[in-house]
Each structure stands twice: as structure tokens, then as C-alpha cells.
């Protein structure tokens, strides 16, 4: 065999083989990382919308549409139950970051927010997810709990007044139909469909809703969900390096059939 394919045939093999550790290697150490992500639609305020977030649609020229939600949040899959009952999944301590942009129409920015551990506004620290799988299916659900602050601008929402973000919340709730088999964490986002859209009486939280706080009160803005997915997950490098590998080792392989009389 000639000494230069043999070199390079072993160099493959040897690629070929750290791609196959890395692959199989195991990540105890690492924590079961797992991301949403959400759009929505602003529906209501309580008792005003505030600082450009628009809750319904304003017909003027031109017309305005209402305030508008995206962002993400992750979580760690492995986080443990502190609820034992077997019906309610309680994830203390689970929400790993938080980020999302709530449109202002009328001036065409965006206020961004972020979520916030350190107990900054001297509240205490929202940071949940609890899984309700009740045998009735109306009373099953899904809330995500977590303090947030401004992020832009860095300052309160002004308004005639100073509001900061204090909370945010995803509450999935009175479903029309059986949602949960169980109260683990889902590791993929629940199907939105059966879940209750916004309604002053029948369901005044919305699928979700932001807090913010000023000197004497709360106001609470609500809306509904548009989508929440799972976050693509991006291919480690070792999958590249595999993959790298067993191509060229095809390739190799091919030429030095064609060269074999």
C-alpha cells in the first residue's frame, strides 16, 4: 500500500474515532438545558395600557395594531419535583434565563425585558414551572413564574408615572381537553389549542402577562399566545467531526478502489 494513503487512512480513522468519543462521552456534569420559544398578542391592561403598548387595535390613519410579544426562555429538564403528590409538578429554581421584545406600533420600537434572579426590586424572586395533571381536565395546567426587569430602556416605562417590570408570566389554563398524562416537566411545549384564550370573566390571567410596578401599585398587561416550540438545537461540533470523518473515509476508500487494477 502506498505510505502516504496508509497515513492518511490512519490520520481518518483516528478523527473518525475521537468523533465517535465525543459523541458517546458522557455529560452527567452538564445540565439537560431545554428552550422555548413564544410569540403572543397583547388582549387587555389593567386598569390602562402604559407607555405605548397597545392592546387593541387602534383604527386610525394609519391603523395600529396591538402590542406584540416574542422571546424564549430555558429551562433545565433534570430539575427535580418538590411536590410530591403525583398530580401537581412543582420546578423551583428551574428557569435558567428569560428574554423577550413587547412591540410599541404607534412609535415602531420595542421595549426589551429580561429575566431577573438577583431579587433586585426587593420582591421575592419568581422562578417556577408547576404542572397541574388533575383527572379533570379543565383544572390541568401549566404556569411559568419569573421576576423580569427592564432591560431597553434600562430605566422605568414612563407613562405619567414610573413603571418597572416585575414579573412575567405564562399561564396555560382550563384546557377543553385532557393536556398532561403525567406532572414531569415537559421537555417539549405543550399544544396551545386547548388551553382558554384571554376573557375578563372566564379567564382574566391570559395565557400570559407582564407586572410592572410603580410607587403606589401594580398594573398587569394580558394577552394570548400565538406559538410556543421547541428551540432548534444547534449540532455539536463533535456531530460535524463524525460526520466529517466517515465522509472522507467514504471518499478514501472509493480512490483507492479506482486505483487498484
Not at 402590542?67 to 411536590?83: M, Q
Request: negative net charge; contains cysteine.
Amino acid at each position: 500500500m502506498d505510505s502516504r494513503l496508509s497515513s492518511d487512512i490512519s490520520w481518518l480513522f483516528g478523527l473518525f474515532f475521537l468523533g465517535l468519543v465525543a459523541l458517546t462521552w458522557p455529560s452527567t456534569a452538564v445540565a439537560h438545558s431545554v428552550t422555548f420559544d413564544f410569540t403572543g398578542t397583547f388582549a387587555a391592561a389593567d386598569p390602562h395600557s402604559i407607555g405605548g403598548i397597545v392592546t387593541v387595535p387602534i383604527a386610525s390613519h394609519p391603523p395600529y395594531p396591538a402590542s406584540t410579544i416574542s422571546g424564549s426562555f430555558t429551562f433545565n429538564g433534570d430539575t427535580a419535583d418538590l411536590n410530591g403528590s403525583g398530580t401537581i409538578g412543582q420546578y423551583k429554581g428551574t428557569i435558567e434565563s428569560l428574554s423577550f421584545s413587547v412591540t410599541k406600533p404607534i412609535t415602531g420600537d420595542a421595549y426589551q425585558f429580561g429575566f431577573d434572579s438577583s431579587g433586585s426590586s426587593g420582591r421575592p424572586v419568581q422562578n417556577s414551572i408547576v404542572v397541574n395533571t388533575n383527572g379533570i381536565a379543565a383544572n390541568q395546567s401549566y404556569v411559568l413564574s419569573a421576576s423580569v426587569q427592564n432591560v431597553t430602556p434600562a430605566g422605568p416605562i414612563v407613562d405619567g408615572d414610573n413603571y418597572f417590570a416585575r414579573e412575567f408570566f405564562i399561564s396555560l389554563l382550563k384546557p377543553s381537553s385532557s393536556v398532561f398524562a403525567t406532572d414531569a416537566l415537559p421537555l417539549t411545549p405543550p399544544g396551545l389549542s386547548p388551553f382558554s384564550l384571554y376573557d375578563l370573566v372566564n379567564n382574566s390571567q391570559g395565557q400570559f402577562r407582564l407586572v410592572v410596578a410603580r410607587s403606589h401599585s401594580d398594573v398587569m398587561i394580558m394577552g394570548n399566545l400565538t406559538s410556543l416550540t421547541l428551540a432548534t438545537v444547534p449540532i455539536p461540533a463533535a456531530v460535524y467531526l463524525f460526520g466529517t470523518g466517515v465522509i472522507c473515509l467514504v471518499a478514501m476508500a472509493r480512490r483507492r478502489m479506482t486505483r487498484v487494477p
